[in-house]
């Protein structure tokens, strides 16, 4: 199988690339990456020494890139992974994350029609069902929830649900949605929380949280959510959405402590700070639906913090690399 995946160099992309490579030796992987700020050398090292992937630099807004990369390659599925992200940047200006994360998406799903693509997998977020009361483990959001964003960014991702399942029901395109928990692990930029308080307390810096960090998260290592994506491309059923939690719901502040006693620092470098606008209070999704298609996560979340602090203490050079990023292509 030829697997077009789109935003390969960031985070969950670099690290589905990485997975796929190795457990399905035989798939060409191509993968298209507009290289923003997210990106940093070295991701896709392990991918260029590869004889089955390449890397075209390219955005997903650009029509006649992305359908001339189609006419080229002619790949049998699409993983949308590009997207802008950061709740914070979207705060400040929303205007990217919908061209990118809605607009991005409709030229993807218009060149699987145009030419054929047997499947579009659209990457998504448990943030499209908005937030859960605290103290209340009992609710858990299930597929067929409402989509409630509350940031610009959740809105964003949750449009491009809709349309993606749209498009599966008026052109008949095959599509599948995923929308995972937290995820952490080697290769996240290091503006998110668990990098953001490793890179942060290495450097000596005090550590933003804000209010009194009681926002509750589930966590799912990046490798689960690579092992579930790969299980819904290739037997999710067309049209139909899944669930990726990683079972494991931890307050803010507990994490930063976690962070903090791993590197045997103190916890005198946390600052509070003045909460962010809409700020969700709980995330927490039922992953019964793809525990029954034999996925369940297999990362303890110790053992998985444990070893991303490690990964970011052994590679300073990838997340202390001035100026702006660049990956070869």
Not at 161 to 167: C, E, H, M
Request: hydrophobic share 40%; glycine share 8%.
């Amino acid at each position: 199988m030829k697997i077009l995946i789109t935003g390969g160099a960031g985070f969950i992309g670099a690290n589905f690339i990485d997975h796929q490579l190795n457990a399905h030796p035989d798939d060409w992987l191509v993968c298209l990456d507009a290289l923003t700020y997210a990106a940093r050398p070295g991701t896709l090292d392990g991918a260029f020494a590869r004889p089955n992937f390449r890397f075209v630099r390219g955005d997903i807004r650009d029509a006649a890139a992305v359908f001339a990369l189609f006419e080229q390659e002619r790949p049998d599925a699409v993983v949308n992974f590009a997207a802008e992200s950061h709740v914070d940047r979207s705060i400040d200006d929303p205007t990217p994350f919908l061209e990118t994360n809605v607009l991005g998406a409709q030229v993807l799903m218009d060149a699987c029609r145009a030419f054929g693509a047997a499947r579009f997998h659209q990457v998504s977020t448990d943030e499209v069902y908005g937030d859960l009361p605290l103290g209340r483990p009992d609710l858990k959001f299930a597929e067929d929830a409402p989509p409630r964003p509350s940031s610009p960014y959740a809105a964003s991702k949750a449009s491009a649900d809709l349309l993606t399942l749209a498009y599966h029901r008026t052109y008949g395109l095959d599509v599948v949605i995923t929308r995972s928990s937290n995820n952490y692990g080697p290769f996240q930029c290091p503006e998110k929380l668990i990098p953001r308080m490793i890179t942060g307390a290495l450097a000596g810096e005090p550590l933003p949280v804000y209010g009194r960090g009681e926002q509750v998260r589930d966590w799912l290592h990046v490798a689960d959510h690579c092992r579930a994506i790969d299980r819904v491309l290739r037997a999710g059923r067309p049209g139909e959405v899944y669930n990726v939690g990683g079972g494991c719901e931890r307050e803010n502040i507990q994490v930063v402590r976690d962070i903090l006693r791993a590197l045997g620092q103190s916890e005198r470098s946390i600052t509070f700070v003045a909460d962010r606008p809409g700020h969700d209070l709980r995330y927490a999704v039922d992953s019964e639906k793809l525990r029954r298609m034999g996925w369940q996560p297999q990362i303890p979340f110790e053992q998985g913090l444990n070893d991303t602090v490690r990964w970011y203490l052994e590679h300073r050079d990838w997340w202390e690399e001035p100026g702006r990023p660049q990956i070869r292509a």
